[in-house]
């Protein structure tokens, strides 16, 4: 083993096996690149035990030392993690110093105050906390939190003026807000939890609660006691599986990178079949080709045969993709968003349709920075061939029986 490498295993192989934020440096003591993890040692070792793109290349063989910060949680070092590198601006992390495309959580300046997910470029209209640098992990995060600490999500004009609580209240999301259930006072001190939160003051807000919970019980009012021990028991018990499997560094290797292409196959609604292809980086993975016979419809509905396929898929312990590729439009990508929204889940949706004459390209959607036009169309390409395919083996079969 060279001294290089002998060196570097000695950086990571005494690290802890918790969460928290590493924070590599170079011989002079710069810090290259912050970063989170659910596992500090097994994600700082994969730098250097695996292959990367020539970025993370670059990177490793200028890491002298790395520094670490332990949290409880990986949603805790997520937050420390995006005000670090607010900090610290860290060259592998900020790829331009004015790039305002990354994700910030934002407290609005009103009576009610709401908590949005924000664009760096957008227009400031209350406290922010980030940049986020994954936009995946910033909006499971913004979930999270919002189950800690629910919050309004109406603007001014709409707060109490709802004749029946929204869908949001429900669910345990809203505080009410829309009903004008939560004064002023309670709501407040949520937000003012939520800020010490977001400035990694997590233990203040625990010490905080349990002295009202003890005075709201001695006090006889048993349903603020129990409300607040449930909040404690979730801030002391947060669920961040999710972040935990989005913890990947930036410059992920595209080759690594899984696309799912969809496309439905029908002549008038009848013998309608869906399909999944599956690329990583450029390459088709056959192996992983998903087939599915249309059960819900017998009338031509490319949105809701499209709409069916991703829901079956997702109801499968598949490996998960880095984006979903559809086949359409407008209307197959805005239902694509809204259906993984509902079920939970965080995957960046992409359509490709032709253009008028069909003799174009129309992306709906932004390009990820590790696949280009090129791949996606040919992925697309593929899903339809498959699809046609498909599909007249299926109306083959349909004819032969008859």
Not at 23 to 32: C, F
Not at 178 to 185: A, M
Request: aromatic share 8%; with cysteine; net charge positive.
């Amino acid at each position: 083993m060279s001294v290089m490498k002998r060196n570097q295993t000695s950086i990571y192989s005494r690290l802890p096996e918790t969460p928290g934020v590493y924070i590599m440096k170079d011989s002079k003591g710069g810090i290259l690149y912050i970063g989170k993890a659910g596992n500090l040692k097994r994600r700082v070792s994969s730098y250097f035990t695996r292959p990367h793109d020539v970025r993370i290349e670059k990177l490793v063989s200028k890491i002298r030392d790395i520094a670490i910060r332990k949290t409880d949680t990986t949603l805790e070092a997520l937050i420390l993690e995006s005000s670090l590198i607010k900090h610290h601006e860290p060259p592998f992390n900020i790829k331009e110093k004015d790039d305002k495309s990354f994700l910030y959580i934002e407290i609005t300046e009103e009576t009610y105050p709401r908590v949005r997910l924000v664009r760096g470029k957008d227009k400031e209209e209350g406290k922010r906390f980030g940049p986020f640098t994954s936009a995946g992990s910033a909006r499971e995060a913004y979930k999270i939190l919002r189950r800690i600490f629910p919050w309004n999500i109406h603007p001014s004009e709409g707060v109490g003026k709802f004749k029946r609580p929204c869908f949001d209240y429900e669910v345990s999301l809203c505080p009410g807000t829309c009903v004008g259930l939560v004064g002023i006072g309670e709501y407040t001190k949520t937000i003012s939890r939520l800020e010490l939160f977001l400035s990694g003051r997590k233990k203040t807000i625990i010490r905080d609660l349990k002295k009202e919970m003890k005075e709201a019980s001695r006090a006889l009012e048993f349903e603020k006691a129990e409300k607040l021990k449930r909040q404690l028991f979730a801030l002391q018990h947060i669920q961040d599986v999710a972040l935990i499997y989005d913890d990947v560094p930036l410059f992920k290797d595209s080759s690594q990178k899984r696309i799912e292409g969809y496309d439905i196959s029908a002549i008038s609604g009848t013998s309608a079949v869906g399909v999944m292809v599956v690329f990583k980086g450029e390459k088709p993975e056959k192996s992983e080709y998903r087939k599915f016979i249309i059960r819900s419809f017998s009338h031509p509905d490319d949105v809701g045969m499209m709409l069916e396929v991703l829901e079956r898929r997702f109801r499968n312990a598949w490996t998960r993709p880095d984006l979903i590729l559809v086949d359409g439009g407008k209307g197959q990508v805005n239902g694509a968003k809204a259906l993984l929204k509902e079920m939970g889940i965080v995957i960046p949706v992409l359509g490709i349709a032709k253009g008028p004459k069909r003799k174009r390209n129309d992306f709906f959607g932004n390009i990820p920075g590790w696949t280009d036009s090129k791949t996606l169309i040919r992925a697309r390409d593929e899903a339809h061939r498959f699809a046609i395919t498909f599909h007249r083996k299926i109306r083959g079969a349909k004819l032969i029986g008859k």
